[in-house]
């Protein structure tokens, strides 16, 4: 028998009114707690330098967690809070207005009066000699830090942060300047310019060689599970190593598989929340690692730029002129394949050699199963950067997949094989190759391999002999032989210390032949970078090393175009 309880209008009337009573409080609002309030009583000083260190003195300080002038916040200095005492230093870029502080219990208290800034003298003391179209340029003196706009003919650059007092990267990539003309740079600065202008800089084309920056890391998923949010559909599975295939970099790749999709559905995104400083790039590519196992995957790129959000999609549209990967919003391969996408053409309206707040990448269908027909989803990826330039791989010398190579013993006799250290990761795919001995010496020399087989470097602009590297938690050292034009030419891998030493991690080495080679015998004057050579040899040798142990772990070799990562 069911029971029915009935309540009176006004029973009902008095409930309603608790429960609107009892409605949750944000954190600002008043609480039976007694939070305590900071109280600002007095400044060090009304008027001071950027970087000089303010006292704040009052009470209620000792909980203070951020410290703002004019909006700004500035460094509060380490141990120097008290109850009745705090210390910060004004921000290079600060401006004259109030201080504000705020405690870990959001309380906050402003500063009476204003603190005004003064700012000193911006001495240019070196100007660029010259513009290479497309690349940065450097301003060196004294307090260029504060420098807010470099104007090129006209055309504004605003400078919003600068790491350095001493030196100035400007990112003129954007600017339309005409190769054989001549500009004029002006700047403004918060400080006294001692020297504002400058007149008669030549500009100078691009050509394909540069002197690329180290790429900066997204993700590799060494370090375990990458960000993931939701994009709307899950797929069946994502994480790391999900595929039946060799692994690309390391130990882990990710792996995203949906079964039976159709087109454009939007599955995950990986989120890269950090800022990404590209202002000494010279020609920023999205570069990665992929794998569809022979089936179809997809994933396009976002990225932030002054609060801005854009996508795009991995066209030949969109490649690079030297390569085009025939990706129609869909990627099949048979295996590990690099893309390398510029920024450039990928997001035409940002800056592309600027500062970015953010790059995410989104696993969607794409054209997979738009046809109609639903398809299986597959991809890996792995070693996802942003290079300086493109990484285009052009000829394989050595990758180990298919076993070690022919070693040929000189001096001493050391011991070489397949995957020796098992307690390093894999450096690319399943295999790499090892040599190690005990050192007797400096400059001993026990062995090589080679490729005894002609390399034509006649449709490659810039080879560089690119390959991943680790020594355990040992030493080790490698020179490079080729013979070319009757003559040998050769050089190490490191001619500072003539011994490299990794600490157990895999170090990319990506090194311009032209550069690095020299005569080693024969009457040739200078290594012709765009003609084929006859072979190459790596030779192992103990260097500087006077004793311990030599251990070398080496793999995927090859010639780059540019700088490979």
């Not at 919003?160 to 990267?169: F, H, I, M, W």
């Not at 330039?389 to 070690?404: M, R, T």
Request: hydrophobic share 35%; with cysteine.
């Amino acid at each position: 028998m069911k029971r029915h309880i009935s309540i009176s209008p006004l029973i009902f009337a008095m409930i309603a009114a608790l429960f609107f009573a009892c409605e949750d409080k944000q954190w600002s609002e008043d609480y039976d707690i007694q939070w305590p309030v900071p109280v600002i009583n007095s400044l060090s000083s009304e008027e001071a330098f950027v970087s000089e260190e303010i006292t704040i003195t009052g009470k209620n300080l000792d909980k203070v967690s951020k410290i703002t002038l004019s909006g700004q916040e500035c460094e509060i200095v380490e141990g120097s809070a008290s109850d009745t005492q705090i210390k910060f230093l004004i921000a290079r870029r600060a401006s004259s207005g109030e201080v504000v502080v705020r405690n870990i219990y959001r309380r906050q208290a402003t500063a009476e009066s204003p603190l005004a800034v003064k700012y000193p003298d911006v001495i240019i003391t070196t100007w660029p000699d010259k513009i290479i179209q497309g690349n940065t340029f450097e301003i060196e003196g004294l307090n260029v830090d504060l420098i807010t706009e470099v104007v090129v003919d006209g055309h504004v650059i605003p400078i919003n942060n600068a790491p350095s007092s001493e030196k100035l990267v400007v990112p003129a990539a954007a600017i339309p300047l005409v190769a054989g003309s001549e500009v004029t740079i002006k700047v403004k600065a918060l400080g006294r310019l001692v020297e504002s202008e400058v007149s008669g800089i030549p500009v100078e084309e691009a050509g394909l060689t540069f002197e690329a920056e180290a790429p900066i890391i997204l993700w590799t998923f060494e370090d375990g599970e990458p960000t993931v949010t939701d994009a709307g559909n899950p797929p069946d599975a994502y994480g790391l190593n999900l595929g039946d295939i060799k692994k690309g970099r390391g130990d882990n790749y990710f792996s995203v598989l949906k079964s039976q999709t159709g087109g454009w559905t939007n599955f995950i995104y990986l989120e890269h929340n950090q800022e990404i400083d590209l202002t000494t790039f010279h020609d920023p590519h999205i570069t990665f690692l992929v794998n569809t196992n022979g089936k179809r995957g997809y994933v396009n790129p976002f990225m932030t730029q002054n609060g801005v959000e854009k996508d795009n999609h991995l066209t030949n549209a969109n490649a690079g002129e030297r390569i085009k990967y025939g990706d129609d919003y869909a990627i099949q391969t048979q295996g590990w394949e690099w893309r390398s996408y510029p920024v450039s053409k990928l997001f035409p309206d940002f800056n592309s050699t600027g500062i970015f707040e953010s790059v995410k990448l989104r696993f969607t269908s794409g054209n997979v199963g738009n046809g109609g027909t639903p398809e299986d989803f597959e991809i890996h990826i792995d070693q996802i950067m942003i290079t300086d330039g493109l990484q285009l791989p052009s000829a394989k010398i050595f990758d180990f997949e298919e076993g070690a190579p022919d070693w040929q013993t000189e001096g001493l006799n050391p011991t070489t094989g397949l995957n020796m250290n098992g307690n390093i990761p894999l450096g690319a795919g399943d295999n790499f190759f090892s040599v190690t001995t005990a050192i007797e010496g400096s400059w001993k020399w026990f062995g090589n391999f080679a490729q005894y087989s002609s390399i034509d470097l006649t449709t490659i602009s810039d080879p560089h002999i690119s390959f991943l590297i680790n020594t355990g938690d040992n030493r080790g050292m490698m020179q490079i032989e080729t013979f070319q034009n009757d003559t040998k030419w050769g050089g190490s891998i490191n001619t500072t210390d003539y011994f490299v030493e990794t600490a157990g991690e895999w170090v990319p080495i990506t090194i311009r032949l032209s550069d690095m080679l020299g005569n080693w015998g024969g009457d040739a004057t200078s290594f012709d970078p765009n003609s084929a050579i006859d072979y190459l040899k790596f030779g192992f040798t103990t260097g500087n090393l006077e004793s311990g142990t030599f251990e070398v772990n080496i793999d995927d070799i090859y010639i780059s175009d540019g700088p490979m990562w």
